[in-house]
């Protein structure tokens, strides 16, 4: 499985990239895209929602099942990734790419409660 070291990951398997300003921009693992198999459905949150951490944000849907996606850090939603809409399979394609989910604003305090990219790789058995 690919887990890029430069970003954090939720026990949820959401990986979390700080982005500049207090924004951070949120996908699901390459791990949790495979267990899904193939990606037909993405809900995404809405642009202003604040959401807590932990709290359901958003969810996918593939031909094996529905999964919730779970807030890694609190935060308010400031972008959303409108393309999966038309092509939710770029989330299976490129996951920590063009399959992010949504961004949002945050003051970055949270981000302790996530974890590295090694301690993730024991938590998935890699």
């Given amino acids: 499985m690919n887990v890029p070291v ?6 949820d398997h959401e990986w979390v990239r700080d982005l500049a300003g207090g924004r951070i921009r949120i ?7 495979d267990a899904l ?7 995404v949150p809405v642009v202003g ?5 932990g ?5 996918v849907e593939s031909t094996k099942s529905v999964s919730e ?6 935060g308010e939603v400031v972008a959303v990734n409108e393309d999966l809409e038309a092509t939710p399979e770029k989330v299976n394609e490129d996951p920590y790419g063009d399959g992010w989910i949504c961004e949002m ?7 302790g409660d996530l974890l590295d990219a090694v301690t993730y790789q024991a938590l998935i058995g890699e």
């Fill in 27 to 33: 996908g699901i693992t390459d791990y949790a895209q």
């Fill in 37 to 43: 198999g193939d990606v037909v459905f993405v809900e």
């Fill in 55 to 59: 709290s359901v944000f958003g969810e």
């Fill in 6 to 11: 430069d970003l954090l990951y939720s026990a």
């Fill in 105 to 111: 604003g945050t003051d970055g305090s949270a981000t």
């Fill in 69 to 74: 996606l779970f807030a890694p850090v609190d």
């Fill in 49 to 53: 929602t604040s959401v807590a951490a």
